[in-house]
């Protein structure tokens, strides 16, 4: 009798972890949808309203014979406004769990860093064939983009030099740039930006690492995401 009410007991306790399991997963689902919800109420349809306003403006300027310097900088606000659009609808899709960032689109984010900044761009890939949860693609993918972004913004680089290494242990991205002598230090305020500190606690919650530091000729980026 006593071992069919121990039997008993443990059945009950793993149908109540089951429950609070479904319970907590359902919760961060709806948790999930209530953000998505928003940023399409509201980011999604401030910058739509942006680009709107930003093409007015451009028109105008056009028509009131502007100088080239004022609608070259209305086109490149405009560019940014689509951009932010582009990214806050992805945003959305990944926290509705849809259109995760795969490691197959980073090519074309170096492309266009390439093609937007003039700035050389090599993008390797190696190793296995392993499939990747939306966590970690997400990651990446997010870590590359600051990347360029701070580049961008800091670095005044010469050329710039991408790996994604896959194995049966993990996944490694570095992202480097390089810069000749003759050009200033580097910038090391892009090493403490909020947003490499927010790609650093995403990789933290994933069981991996990030590390972010000025290297010999420039500056290094490394994530590592465990299997």
């Not at 306790?13 to 907590?24: C, H, S």
């Not at 606000?77 to 990214?87: F, K, V």
Request: with cysteine.
């Amino acid at each position: 009798w006593l071992r069919e009410a121990n039997d008993q007991a443990k059945d009950l306790l793993a149908e109540l972890e089951a429950t609070r399991d479904a319970q907590v997963r359902a919760a961060a689902l709806s948790e999930r949808q209530r953000l998505a919800r928003e940023m399409h109420d509201v980011l999604a349809h401030s910058l739509s309203g942006l680009m709107l306003n930003l093409e007015g403006a451009r028109l105008l300027a056009n028509r009131a014979g502007a100088e080239p310097a004022l609608t070259e900088a209305l086109e490149r606000a405009q560019r940014l406004a689509r951009s932010g659009l582009e990214e806050a609808r992805r945003a959305v899709g990944v926290l509705r769990g849809q259109d995760v960032p795969a490691p197959a689109q980073l090519a074309g984010l170096f492309s266009d860093f390439e093609a937007h900044s003039g700035i050389p761009c090599v993008f390797e890939v190696s190793g296995v064939d392993a499939e990747l949860g939306p966590d970690a693609r997400l990651a990446i993918f997010r870590v590359a983009q600051e990347a360029l972004t701070n580049i961008t913004r800091h670095a005044r680089a010469d050329r710039v030099e991408a790996q994604l290494s896959v194995s049966e242990s993990g996944t490694r991205l570095v992202i480097e740039d390089f810069r000749s002598d003759e050009k200033d230090p580097v910038d090391c305020q892009c090493a403490g930006g909020y947003g490499l500190t927010g790609m650093r606690e995403r990789a933290e919650l994933l069981g991996g690492t990030l590390h972010a530091a000025p290297a010999q000729h420039g500056f290094r980026v490394e994530l590592w995401l465990p299997a």
